[in-house]
């Protein structure tokens, strides 16, 4: 997006002095900041009940010409606010910030928008919010920009979306952020809703992915197992492979481990699960088989921290060498 530079050398200058009032410097003053307005323009609609809209002031263009079908630096425009700080972009401009346009709206019993935008087009990409927003150095290259654009319906190329973030240069941390000052805090960062069910998806800051019924997984995920024995302790154990997914509070996995050193071991083996449960026994079941030596079946509850498998014959399968392949499946709550 090119800047609009702008001639105001023909415009007449306006000039006025204002008694200081004092105020809250960090907070947007409405009433102080009309005060202070070098020009202001005032309207006072007519009291009563209303059938059409009452506007202060408004700017209609007709535009004839042709150009590009989509480029900015020839685009015809109802209005230009630019806004440089002196010296910009070098280091020794002012610190202080720069607001072309401030909208400040009060309302009671009735809705409000602080901007109402009402677009429409044909045959051709049309949005109601486009903007690109860049670091730059001092020569005034961009070294980050951030792309973004709301409400876009395509109908010459195809396409539609509420919002499409692009990162244009650089790398950006994050497409979507949702953030918490101290004190305040989102129920949910994100929230998708159909009609026929309420739906709740959240991302969160550890990159587990909140659903409606709770943390949902895309996929699965490796984890590495704990093994303990009921009785005495376990020398050696190797984990091939250990698994699980979450849809919701169900937990689902699997896992494939090796006693390669029972030690002192004995009674039921106990295996870590992947994510803890709040329940008591049974919050779920695990199976399996022994493909090593024995070949027995296994079975056994899931508990708090731990699922205890047991031989088909409720015997020991603490056994040097023995290998375990089995799957689980269990409520986290």
Request: charged fraction near 10%; aromatic fraction near 8%; glycine fraction near 12%.
């Given at each position: 997006m090119?800047d609009a530079?702008?001639?105001?050398?023909?415009?007449?200058s306006?000039?006025?002095?204002?008694t200081?009032?004092?105020y809250n410097?960090d907070v947007?003053?409405?009433?102080d900041a009309?005060?202070?307005?070098?020009?202001?323009?005032?309207?006072?609609?007519?009291s009563?009940?209303r059938?059409?809209?009452?506007?202060?002031a408004?700017?209609?263009?007709?535009?004839p010409?042709?150009?590009t079908?989509?480029?900015q630096?020839?685009?015809?425009s109802?209005?230009?606010?630019?806004?440089?700080?002196?010296?910009?972009p070098?280091?020794?401009?002012t610190a202080g910030?720069?607001d072309?346009l401030q909208?400040?709206?009060?309302n009671a019993?009735?809705d409000a928008?602080?901007?109402l935008?009402n677009?429409?087009?044909?045959?051709g990409?049309?949005?109601?919010?486009?903007?690109m927003t860049s670091t730059v150095?001092?020569?005034d290259?961009?070294?980050?920009?951030?792309g973004v654009q709301l409400?876009?319906v395509?109908s010459?190329?195809?396409?539609?979306c509420?919002?499409?973030?692009?990162a244009?240069?650089?790398?950006?941390?994050a497409?979507?952020l949702?953030?918490?000052?101290?004190?305040?805090?989102f129920?949910y960062?994100?929230v998708?809703?159909t009609?026929?069910?309420p739906?709740?998806?959240?991302v969160?800051?550890d990159g587990?992915?909140?659903?409606?019924?709770?943390p949902?997984?895309l996929?699965?995920s490796?984890?590495?197992?704990?093994?303990?024995a009921e009785?005495?302790?376990l020398t050696s154990?190797?984990?091939n492979?250990?698994?699980?997914a979450?849809?919701?509070?169900?937990?689902s996995?699997?896992?494939?481990?090796?006693?390669?050193n029972k030690?002192?071991?004995s009674?039921?083996?106990g295996i870590s699960?992947p994510?803890?449960s709040s329940?008591t026994?049974?919050?779920?079941?695990?199976?399996?088989?022994e493909i090593?030596?024995?070949?027995k079946t296994?079975?056994?509850?899931v508990?708090?921290?731990?699922?205890?498998i047991?031989?088909a014959?409720?015997?020991?399968?603490?056994?040097t060498g023995?290998?375990?392949?089995?799957?689980f499946?269990?409520?986290?709550?």
């Amino acid at each position: 997006m090119t800047d609009a530079l702008v001639d105001f050398s023909n415009v007449a200058s306006a000039t006025r002095t204002v008694t200081t009032v004092p105020y809250n410097a960090d907070v947007f003053n409405t009433s102080d900041a009309i005060a202070r307005a070098n020009d202001r323009f005032s309207a006072t609609f007519p009291s009563g009940s209303r059938s059409n809209s009452n506007t202060a002031a408004a700017i209609s263009v007709s535009d004839p010409g042709s150009g590009t079908a989509s480029a900015q630096g020839k685009a015809g425009s109802c209005l230009i606010l630019h806004a440089q700080k002196t010296n910009y972009p070098l280091s020794s401009a002012t610190a202080g910030e720069v607001d072309p346009l401030q909208i400040s709206v009060r309302n009671a019993n009735g809705d409000a928008a602080g901007i109402l935008v009402n677009s429409r087009g044909y045959n051709g990409s049309i949005s109601s919010f486009e903007s690109m927003t860049s670091t730059v150095d001092t020569s005034d290259t961009a070294l980050k920009t951030v792309g973004v654009q709301l409400g876009i319906v395509n109908s010459r190329d195809g396409g539609e979306c509420g919002a499409d973030v692009i990162a244009a240069h650089g790398t950006i941390s994050a497409g979507y952020l949702a953030e918490s000052y101290a004190g305040a805090g989102f129920t949910y960062p994100f929230v998708y809703s159909t009609v026929e069910k309420p739906a709740l998806w959240a991302v969160l800051a550890d990159g587990t992915m909140q659903g409606p019924n709770g943390p949902v997984s895309l996929g699965s995920s490796d984890y590495s197992p704990t093994l303990v024995a009921e009785a005495g302790s376990l020398t050696s154990y190797t984990i091939n492979k250990a698994w699980y997914a979450r849809n919701g509070n169900v937990i689902s996995g699997g896992f494939d481990i090796v006693i390669t050193n029972k030690g002192s071991g004995s009674g039921g083996l106990g295996i870590s699960t992947p994510v803890t449960s709040s329940l008591t026994y049974p919050a779920g079941t695990a199976s399996g088989r022994e493909i090593a030596s024995t070949g027995k079946t296994f079975s056994g509850a899931v508990g708090t921290p731990y699922m205890t498998i047991y031989g088909a014959e409720n015997e020991s399968l603490v056994i040097t060498g023995a290998r375990l392949v089995g799957t689980f499946s269990y409520l986290a709550n």
